[in-house]
């Protein structure tokens, strides 16, 4: 009878053991394979175009949300203080997924080459202008500024819903096509007021 036991273990033990080697060749198989496949899966997703997309939106979404808190203490007209609490409110929260996004790549949060003034970026000089400015004054400066920055926003991401691959990317790529550019819409209608 122990013999004919240890016979049944023998095949059990082989087969035990099988099953967990067989987690290290394919995902899914025990508790460390499947927490691997999902960590990677969105990795699998992207491409270059799409590392670039998050890597230049996180420091141009800071400096808006930087704007934007100046506005919050500057600004005279209520519609563009309110405008300025739109814009930091929707781009806090885009900064933290880019920058997950990049972290799960294994990429830097910062583009290589850094940024560009093409992509709206505005001047150290430009910021100290604006910091310098109250009121009426203010509005002005910080609408055409912050049409031009939300203009450079837009091309970026319209080069990712072109180009990207990530969906979640291509996603927030179309909400920020949308939101920007009807935001460029107000901006232009309040600039466009009698002072």
């Given at each position: 009878?122990?013999?004919?036991?240890?016979?049944?273990?023998v095949p059990v033990a082989a087969l035990t053991l099988a099953a967990c080697g067989g987690g290290d060749k394919g995902?899914?198989?025990?508790?460390?394979?499947?927490?691997?496949?999902?960590?990677?899966?969105?990795?699998?997703?992207?491409?270059?175009?799409?590392?670039?997309?998050?890597?230049?939106?996180?420091?141009?979404?800071?400096?808006?949300?930087?704007?934007?808190?100046?506005?919050?203490?500057?600004?005279?007209?209520?519609?563009?203080?309110?405008?300025?609490?739109?814009?930091?409110?929707?781009?806090?929260?885009?900064?933290?997924?880019?920058?997950?996004?990049?972290?799960?790549?294994?990429?830097?949060?910062?583009?290589?080459?850094?940024?560009?003034?093409?992509?709206?970026?505005?001047?150290?000089?430009?910021?100290?202008?604006?910091?310098?400015?109250?009121?009426?004054?203010?509005?002005?400066?910080?609408?055409?500024?912050?049409?031009?920055?939300?203009?450079?926003?837009?091309?970026?991401?319209?080069?990712?819903?072109?180009?990207?691959?990530?969906?979640?990317?291509?996603a927030m790529a179309n909400n920020i096509v949308t939101s920007q550019s009807a935001e460029i819409t107000t901006m232009?209608?309040?600039?466009a007021r009698p002072v």
């Amino acid at each position: 009878m122990k013999h004919a036991c240890s016979l049944l273990l023998v095949p059990v033990a082989a087969l035990t053991l099988a099953a967990c080697g067989g987690g290290d060749k394919g995902p899914g198989h025990d508790m460390s394979g499947h927490d691997m496949a999902a960590s990677s899966a969105p990795a699998g997703d992207h491409g270059a175009q799409d590392v670039m997309f998050a890597q230049m939106m996180i420091p141009h979404h800071r400096q808006a949300i930087t704007m934007a808190r100046q506005a919050a203490t500057k600004a005279s007209s209520p519609e563009v203080r309110r405008l300025a609490g739109q814009i930091e409110r929707a781009q806090g929260p885009e900064i933290r997924q880019l920058t997950g996004w990049l972290r799960t790549w294994g990429a830097p949060t910062s583009p290589a080459g850094g940024m560009h003034m093409g992509d709206g970026m505005m001047s150290g000089q430009d910021m100290k202008k604006l910091d310098g400015l109250s009121g009426r004054s203010f509005d002005k400066a910080f609408l055409r500024m912050m049409i031009e920055h939300h203009q450079g926003a837009v091309t970026m991401a319209e080069a990712e819903r072109a180009q990207g691959s990530f969906a979640a990317a291509k996603a927030m790529a179309n909400n920020i096509v949308t939101s920007q550019s009807a935001e460029i819409t107000t901006m232009r209608r309040l600039l466009a007021r009698p002072v």
